[in-house]
Structure formats: C-alpha cells, structure tokens
C-alpha cells in the first residue's frame, strides 16, 4: 500500500512538473525598433499585444508576435515587419522588431471614371473620357511620424471638386482618443435623375446642373488592438438646376432645388485580420447608424457588416460576408431610394445594375486557391532601372484562383413597373483570379454568371496609397 501511495504521488509530481514547464513564465524585458525613420516609436508600440513588463507564458510568444506582425502591416506604414525574440536568461525575453517603411508622400495625377465601378464605364459607357475625372491628388502618409494623414486635391473632368482632408490619429498620452476634418466642393455637368430597368438614367446640360459642399469632424475611440467607435458631424448642401428638376422633380426628399442638412453618424468597428486588404483569416463587424436632419426631409438609416475568413489549410481559405442596410424615408425620393450597386451593397455578376429600395441585404460565399507567387526581378541589365530599383522594395505577387456565389434581397416599399430586381430574390456564382502585391495591391478579375443569365468578366480593385 505504502509503495502505491508512493507511485501516484510521484506520477502527480511529474505531471504537475510538465504542466509547469508548458506553462512556463517569461517576462518581456526590452523592446528594440529597427527601420522606423519617420514613424515615431510610440506608434509601432501601440500596436503590440505586449509591452515591456508584460508576463507571458513562452508557448504563447510565437503567437503574440505573430499578432504584433500583422498589427504593424495593417497600419498601412510598413513594406515589411521582421519580430525576433531572443531569451536573454531563464525568465528574461528582449525583443527586435525591424521594419521597413513606405513611401509616404504621392503627388499623383488623378484619373478615374465616375461610374460605380470600371466594367460600368468601359462597357457601358463605352469608356468615354467624358466621364472621367482627372487632376492631382496630393497624397501624404504619416505626415509627423505619427500615422496621421492629409489629403489635398483638385480635380477636373466631369466633376469639378477642392478636396481637403488631415486625420490625426492620436490626441492623448495613453493613444485611445483621435480626431479628422474633412471639406468637400464640387460642381457637375451630368446628374443621375432615374433609373429605369434597374439602371441608371442620366441627364447632361452644357451648363453646371449639380454643385454642393460638404464639412465634417470626426472623432474615434479605440479602447484595445481591435476595436473602434467612430462619431462623425457633418454640414453640407446640395443643388441641383431648374432642368433638373424639371427631369426628375422628387430628386431631394423636399422636392426643391436645394437640400442643406446637418448629419451624425456613430460606427463601431471591431476588425482582427491577419492582412486588412486581402483577410485570409480573421473576422470583422462593423454596424453604423446615421441620421440626417434636414426639417422635413430627415434621413435615419442602419447598416450591418461581418466578415470570416477561415484557412482550411496553408494554400486554402473560404470567406463569408454578409451586409445589410436599412432606410426609414420621409418621403419616396430618388436620392435617398438609392439602394444596391452603390458603396459596400455590392453584389458580384450585377455591375451594370442599380436597385432602389428601403431596405436590402447580402450574403456572399468564397473558396480561395493559391495558385503561386512571383518576385520581380530587381536586376533588368538597364543600369538607370536597376539604380532605381534598390530604392524600392521587393516586389512580390499573389495569385489567388477563387470561386464564389452572392445571394440578396432589396425590399421596395413602393416598385416601380419598370424594376424586374427589387422585391426577388438575388443570386450569382462565378470564377475569379486576385492579384495581391505590395501598397495593399488588390487587383480582381472575376467572371460571373447571374439569374438573368447576364454573363461577363469583370475588374474590381486598386492599390491603396
């Protein structure tokens, strides 16, 4: 008896021992920052799951730096983080993050088609330069260092707009509180007054038949690494001319030739990817409400997002979206009826459509393949291009094969005859390829296949300065 008291207790001992030594404690006693010419270091280390003096157990350190990996990417700062752990004794770990850094400053000429998306424009609207927008766009990231952002642009072409935007991340010690302005002018020529069979109708004078402006503030709170509430004021006022009017007279809610408002809107965000542009694991939700005031032409309206990402395996993920968005109208109206094809209410295989509605919602199913990757070579034998090319950082491409189907409803309180879409139920499959680089590169081709039988392949996506 005595012998088998003895055993267990030793066999409890040993198992406590290895519980232990799984759950062993490390403390995070130095933090280094390599690579950050401009980006202040307070920046990067709000970015990271630990600090100095931070306790860990040691199996979950790859994890952690992992998380700090892909927080300092999605910043949008940073080419390419590096983060190595170097135990400096049994309960001592220092850290070594080294980065690189973007280019910040893009004074880049502008030019971009005013229709809701580039299949639209090249087929059909016959990629006219009529409706094209063009000018400069002075872009300037990380303006002090601090991930704060201005925007200042003059742009021409079909619309004439004086664009000024600065958002100032941070305005406290402990890095929860920021704050941005943002001021809007423009003029136009050409308005979408109707649609009619569920595409849109525009009217064109050779004298300005639209001009408006548009002010706001913003303010957000972000408590932790993945979580925001945003709160945003705006004032504005949007006119349109008499042969405008006379087109579509129920254009604004108060059926005048002019709409000045006030509005506020409150969104909170929680968002953990692993690559904010291209998610290949992680999931975000955000949920918005608005509301305009306006006298008798006020506006409240709800909107819900989530996303999934999941990898089945290295070379495999599925993604799952769905959106919804609701509107209470004062009065049926062609601006505040505007529903499908425009922002986030997308749906693959209808880009040549747009459905008004009250209220509407999405649902989107994806399997992503990657194909392979190419790095572009820095040597050309060219010795201007290879000069310049040390400069730059490595470009690397990613190809994803993809497969998806889009379902949707668009609920319309009061249908007009000539809508074939609104009040049915939406649907579309098809076949992709994504092509994923550098400045959150995202290019998509997709050809696609919907209920009407509508067959095409279509380009969605862009680089992100």
Not at 45 to 72: C, F, H, M, W
Not at 131 to 147: A, D, E, F, P, W
Not at 427 to 455: C, E, F, T
């Amino acid at each position: 008896m005595y012998k088998f008291v003895v055993s267990i207790c030793f066999t409890f001992l040993f198992l406590i021992g290895i519980q232990f030594k799984a759950n062993a404690q490390c403390q995070i006693t130095q933090i280094d920052i390599d690579g950050n010419a401009k980006t202040k270091a307070y920046i990067i280390l709000r970015e990271l799951p630990y600090k100095v003096g931070s306790i860990i157990s040691k199996d979950s350190l790859p994890l952690l730096n992992t998380l700090a990996k892909e927080q300092l990417i999605n910043t949008s700062l940073f080419n390419d983080v590096q983060i190595l752990a170097e135990q400096r004794d049994s309960v001592s770990i220092s850290i070594k993050i080294s980065l690189t850094e973007r280019w910040y400053f893009f004074p880049l000429p502008y030019f971009r088609w005013v229709d809701r998306n580039f299949s639209e424009w090249w087929n059909e609207q016959h990629h006219s330069l009529d409706r094209v927008n063009y000018g400069i766009n002075l872009k300037q990231s990380n303006v002090t260092g601090n991930n704060d952002r201005l925007t200042l642009g003059l742009i021409t072409g079909y619309t004439q707009q004086a664009v000024a935007r600065y958002q100032f991340p941070y305005l406290d010690r402990k890095l929860k509180f920021g704050m941005g302005l943002g001021w809007q002018y423009f003029t136009q020529k050409e308005l979408n007054t109707s649609t009619y069979f569920d595409k849109q109708v525009f009217t064109k004078t050779n004298a300005e038949i639209q001009n408006g402006y548009r002010a706001n503030i913003n303010f957000f709170y972000r408590p932790n690494l993945f979580e925001r509430i945003t709160m945003q004021a705006g004032y504005g006022k949007s006119s349109i001319s008499d042969s405008a009017l006379l087109v579509q007279p129920n254009y604004f809610p108060n059926h005048g030739k002019s709409l000045s408002y006030a509005d506020l809107g409150i969104t909170f965000s929680s968002t953990k990817f692993d690559y904010n542009a291209y998610p290949t694991k992680g999931n975000s939700t955000d949920i918005g409400i608005f509301q305009r005031f306006s006298g008798s032409a006020n506006l409240s309206s709800f909107q819900f997002r989530h996303l999934h990402a999941r990898p089945i395996n290295h070379n495999n993920f599925y993604l799952l979206e769905s959106i919804s968005l609701a509107k209470f109208m004062p009065n049926q109206n062609y601006l505040d009826s505007r529903l499908m094809g425009y922002g986030s209410m997308q749906m693959n295989g209808f880009e040549y459509y747009v459905i008004d509605g009250n209220a509407g919602t999405i649902a989107k199913a994806e399997w992503h393949h990657l194909l392979g990757s190419y790095t572009l070579p820095k040597k050309t034998g060219f010795a201007f291009t290879d000069k310049l090319n040390k400069h730059l950082p490595d470009i690397k491409y990613h190809f994803w094969l993809k497969a998806f189907t889009n379902m949707g409803y668009a609920y319309s309180e009061r249908p007009v005859n000539s809508s074939k879409l609104s009040n049915t139920l939406l649907r579309s499959a098809g076949l992709g390829l994504d092509i994923i680089s550098v400045y959150d590169l995202v290019i998509k081709i997709d050809y696609s296949v919907n209920q009407l039988g509508d067959k095409g392949v279509y380009l969605h996506g862009g680089i992100n300065f």
